[in-house]
């Protein structure tokens, strides 16, 4: 029965970490975003983030996106500084022309690190880019 479910390929959707200034307290925070960097809206995206190493895992977070409108974006959660050190996993679900669409993105332990700061699609700051 399982393998009768198709879910199509997830494009143009993604999970990015965000270097912004926080505007009270005057410290640069990592937050992250999710992207839709498509031609149409996607719907009802839910998405569960952890963090997790060999020895350790966080609880996980539950967001909910109701409508992201095409090239557009959200955030998601703050990035505290102690997760960063661990393996950060976003799974992201979500419906469109009312199909449901997955996909998991992944940024590996210790990767977010303003050194590694690309220009992100629809965003018109710099981040880094889940796997």
């Known amino acids: 029965m399982k393998k009768d479910i198709t879910i199509p390929e997830s494009k143009d959707i993604y999970i990015a970490a965000v270097l912004e200034e926080h505007p009270e307290y005057h410290t640069k925070d ?59 996993q976003f799974s992201v679900t979500y419906f469109k022309d009312n199909k449901m669409f997955e996909k998991t993105f992944l940024f590996k332990a210790n990767t977010i690190k303003e050194k590694y700061l690309k220009k992100l699609p629809v965003m018109k700051l710099e981040g880094i880019l889940g796997d």
């Open 30 to 88: 990592w937050n992250a975003y999710i992207i839709n960097d498509g031609k149409e809206p996607i719907e009802m995206a839910l998405i569960v983030s952890k963090g997790f190493n060999d020895t350790k895992i966080t609880a996980e977070f539950r967001h909910q996106v109701k409508l992201l409108p095409a090239k557009s974006y959200a955030k998601v959660e703050f990035l505290e500084n102690k997760v960063l050190a661990l393996n950060n």
